[in-house]
């Protein structure tokens, strides 16, 4: 502290408690020792509280890497599965069709078949789609 304020100090304390204290008093050294251990005392919690964010920052940036990966493995293979059965309703219609041919519905089932291929690749859009949206907002 510097003497304007220890000369502050010494002025309120014998205001308040009518007891004459004087800047070089030795209670005012005592002041000034108190003022030094907590100075030290609150740069080391500081600096700790510091080193716990940055543990904390590193920690969840490992959880959003994590995260993104298997939701990325999740989608995948959710895609993977999308197309196996767009493939096997693909085959079974074209197996369909083959035995139908002979009756007339053959335009009447290729509408089917693009509506299943339609309604397929939208449900893959929208997997990759909620996929990207869900790792940016992990990111």
Known sequence: MRQLDLKQLAAKV??????RVDPDDPIMAVVTLNR???????SEIVEE????????ERAAESVQVRAGGILAKKVRDSV???RQE??????SCSTQTRERIG????????????????????AAMVLFGCGVWFGTMLR
């Open 36 to 42: 030094l251990v907590l100075e030290l005392a609150t």
């Open 14 to 19: 014998s205001v308040e408690h009518g007891i």
């Open 49 to 56: 509280v510091r080193a716990a964010t940055r543990d904390f």
């Open 103 to 122: 009756t007339g519905s053959l335009a009447h089932e290729r509408s089917g078949v693009q509506l299943w291929i339609a309604m397929g690749l939208l």
């Open 86 to 91: 767009v493939a096997k309703s693909i085959s």
């Open 80 to 82: 993977s599965v999308l």
